[in-house]
């Protein structure tokens, strides 16, 4: 199907596991992003990338590791969890920084 | 520091009155703006968009203002409906590469 799939939807894990949250888009779009959402904070980037093998740090990137090496797929890797990486997360694609975005359905992750 | 805010956490509104949701920004910098509304366990929709070289962009019920002089936007939806109850996220972004700052969101109910 055409869009922005992400997996799993949910994910309970434990403190220093290592959590891999996969990101798809059909739209063969440029620009993917990774997100987290937390009461309070809103929506705070975490890391994006304009195309294969380039990422950028966004906000919040500390504990967090991306790869790109295809144009569809952004994995996001909490490499040792901890507790407040707690969230929702969200990857989203786009055509350029400044076009629209478009969001996957979340992943709700809760590290134990 | 945060560059985009909204200030209001929550609104509540009667269907068909209006509804509006304020926005306001410290970047100057910024020069394209966007909404987005998101529903409970989805992720974000873009909703409607607006340049700084216009005032106002209207899309059926739901229109956008910009007062670059106040540094302010809103976003008014008339006439309210109960599918309109979701969070509204405004976004700034300013030309170039840079990724979009996204405010803290604001919850609106519609009561039917």
């Known amino acids: 199907d055409a869009g922005i799939t992400q997996s799993p939807r949910y994910k309970i894990t434990e403190t220093g596991r290592q959590v891999t949250l996969m990101c798809h888009q059909t739209?063969?779009?440029?620009?993917m992003f990774w997100y987290r959402q937390d009461l309070g904070h809103g929506l705070r980037l975490i890391y994006y990338?304009?195309?294969?093998?380039?990422?950028d740090k966004g906000e919040v990137p500390d504990g967090y590791v991306v790869s790109r090496s295809k144009t569809e797929n952004f994995p996001l890797t909490l490499e040792s969890a901890t507790r407040s990486q707690t969230s929702v997360y969200f990857c989203?694609?786009?055509?350029?920084?400044?076009?629209?975005?478009?969001f996957g359905p979340g992943t709700r992750l809760l590290v134990l | 520091d945060q560059q985009v805010k909204q200030n209001s956490p929550s609104l509540s509104v009667q269907e068909g009155r209006i509804s509006i949701l304020n926005c306001d920004y410290t970047?100057?910098?910024?020069?394209?703006f966007l909404w987005y509304k998101k529903y409970p366990a989805e992720g974000p929709t873009f909703l409607i968009s607006?340049?700084?070289?216009?005032d106002k962009n209207e899309d059926g019920r739901f229109t956008v203002f910009l007062n670059k002089s106040a540094k302010h936007l809103s976003l008014h939806i008339v006439p309210s409906q109960p599918g309109d109850s979701a969070v509204y996220f405004c976004a700034a972004s300013t030309t170039g590469n840079t990724p979009l700052v996204f405010g803290k969101g604001t919850r609106l109910s519609v009561i039917a």
């Open positions: 989203a694609s786009g055509t350029g920084t400044q076009e629209t975005q478009y």
């Open positions: 990338s304009a195309a294969a093998d380039i990422t």
């Open positions: 607006i340049s700084s070289i216009k």
């Open positions: 739209w063969s779009h440029s620009y």
């Open positions: 970047n100057s910098m910024f020069d394209y």
